[in-house]
């Protein structure tokens, strides 16, 4: 008897697992979040945000300039480091700066407002 349980429950199991395989991979909605950036000699950027609340690798698009940049997020010691190769945004709280190939190209950015 206790083998016609415990072979009851292996099915039930496997039956589970299969029909959760069945139904596809779930669909991650990223959480998006734009920030306006005043920075040194009255420049402006704005930052959309994505993923960055979930946990998950996060990504930037960098406007500036009337141009977009898309950054993948890298690890960092403190703060956000995002990244293209040659474009990086560094942020901490509400604090940014922009280097290009390693150059600062607008420093003591700070947020000014979120938009919706």
């Given amino acids: 008897m206790l083998k016609t349980h415990?072979?009851?429950?292996?099915?039930?199991?496997?039956?589970?697992?299969?029909?959760?395989c069945a139904t596809g991979p779930e669909t991650v909605?990223?959480?998006?979040?734009t920030v306006l950036y005043r920075?040194?000699?009255?420049?402006e950027m704005g930052v959309i945000y994505s993923g960055r609340a979930t946990g998950m690798q996060g990504?930037?698009?960098?406007?500036?300039?009337a141009k977009s940049f898309p950054l993948k997020q890298e690890l960092s010691g403190s703060g956000?480091?995002?990244?293209?190769?040659?474009?990086?945004l560094v942020t901490k709280g509400d604090e940014a700066f922009v280097e290009k190939a390693g150059e600062v190209v607008m420093k003591d950015c700070n947020a000014k407002a979120a938009a919706p």
């Fill in 29 to 33: 909605t990223l959480a998006r979040e």
């Fill in 59 to 65: 990504t930037a698009e960098l406007i500036w300039d």
């Fill in 80 to 88: 956000a480091r995002y990244t293209d190769g040659t474009l990086t």
């Fill in 6 to 20: 415990q072979t009851t429950a292996v099915l039930i199991f496997c039956a589970a697992l299969l029909s959760a």
């Fill in 39 to 43: 920075c040194a000699g009255d420049v």
